[in-house]
């Protein structure tokens, strides 16, 4: 099966979902890992180009801790935004080119617009990429992936209606999250946020939830031609 999960900023998909693109590795999936935005907004030390190349590296080592593929959009922080037929082609193409099954990315009423805006391109652009007069650099998908929308930070708000037990691959997450060294240092100094610490309570807050000792959260997307009748979650 061909995954492709998708976050608005570098670290979102290793703290929200990472165990479970972790688990979906190990179980001989293809992963792709993209970030729409370079994280280029979020520092008190250095330069805008010098955070986004820091975190594009970042990124990239995060997702071989976890086995997946790397793709980022290129945007900046805070300048995601739907209604832009430009961005919307930059997803469009994304999705054609990996082709997937399944998508997980943001759920749309997440606590920052970027997220919100992200989830809106995902569930509009996976439809239109299957148009086959809507020309791009890549050829029509032939399917319309199912959508599932990840957890937010700190669960806040959000209520899984199904779950992924993480326990075995809790590690991974982790590891691949310490990656982002300079988000944790960004975090800690903006928020006062020991990020890796909260990821590891809120996997295993989801896990007591779920009966396991670590699991993520997610839920559906069901409009029409999205719903399955088979399991695509691990």
Known sequence: MRVLAVGA????LDMLCGGTLARYVRE??????CHASLGDRGSFVHTSEEIARIRL???KAAAAVIGAEHRTLG?????INAADPAQRDLVLDLIRSTRPDVILTHWPHDYMADHNEVSKLLLDASH????????TGHPAHDLVPAVYYIDTLAGVGFTPTEYVDISADIDTKLAALRCHA???DWLR???GVDIIEQTRVCSQYRG???GVSFAEGFTACLTWLRARTTRLLP
């Open 75 to 79: 945007m900046s922080d805070g300048e």
């Open 208 to 210: 007591y939830q779920s």
């Open 57 to 59: 590296a970042e990124a």
């Open 189 to 191: 100094d903006h928020d």
């Open 28 to 33: 001989g999936h293809q992963v792709t890992m």
């Open 9 to 12: 900023h570098p670290d979102d």
């Open 182 to 184: 300079s988000q944790l």
């Open 128 to 135: 239109i990429a299957t148009l086959p007069l809507k020309q």
